[in-house]
């Protein structure tokens, strides 16, 4: 699929032009990565932002005693990595490649350019940061107000809406990167795991958790 095609499909683009997207299709730098590497780190000066072209990447911090809280999990058509294009800080998180990933990368001097001349983008961006606050919001209140059966109950039925399904859904990550996401435990998550099957609001069958019982999953 041509840089173009692509970007007409994403979120942050979808509506512009075609010489619009021409536009922005050429200052788009590809960039692959390897299951496992660093595509920048909290700190790195934020020259730019990425989408994933395919595969996925994990947007995460460290503490200082070494333990690591997922925040995102992005896949193609996402943005990230955005909010130093406009703020002109260093990224505020790392990002590092799940699985083999391509992505496309905006340089910020010459991405700055375009907006500033181009009112659809701008718009465009506006929208897609004040989603990005919405998802930070959820996650924020998930776990600092829910127990964790209730916050892995909440991203399975966020799951099941996000892929426009209401009997199952397709972990997009291990179960470690799970736990890590919710702010537990792999063991906990397990048990919770374990629980819910006992209960019969779940069936897993791999990477696939079938919701049993919607309504009660709900309640939880």
Do not use: C
Request: charged share 25%.
């Amino acid at each position: 699929m041509k840089k173009e095609e692509f970007l007409a499909q994403s979120f942050l683009f979808q509506g512009l032009e075609k010489e619009q997207l021409q536009l922005v299709a050429g200052i788009a730098v590809t960039k692959r990565y390897g299951r496992g590497q660093t595509i920048f780190l909290e700190g790195d000066p934020g020259i730019g932002f990425y989408m994933v072209a395919s595969g996925k990447v994990k947007i995460y911090k460290m503490s200082q005693d070494g333990k690591e809280q997922i925040l995102h999990v992005f896949g193609p058509g996402e943005p990230f990595g955005e909010v130093p294009v406009f703020h002109g800080a260093p990224f505020p998180a790392s990002a590092t490649a799940l699985v083999t990933t391509e992505t496309l990368f905006f340089p910020r001097n010459e991405f700055v350019e375009l907006v500033t001349s181009n009112t659809s983008l701008a718009l465009g961006m506006l929208a897609m940061l004040s989603l990005r606050l919405r998802r930070f919001a959820t996650q924020v209140e998930h776990l600092s107000l829910k127990d964790v059966p209730a916050r892995l109950v909440a991203h399975l039925l966020y799951l099941s809406e996000e892929q426009k399904r209401k009997d199952k859904v397709e972990l997009e990550i291990p179960k470690g990167q799970l736990a890590s996401l919710l702010g537990t435990s792999p063991e906990t998550l397990s048990r919770i795991f374990a629980r819910l099957k006992e209960d019969g609001l779940i069936r897993v069958e791999g990477k696939t958790i079938y919701l049993l019982d919607l309504q009660l999953l709900q309640e939880v």
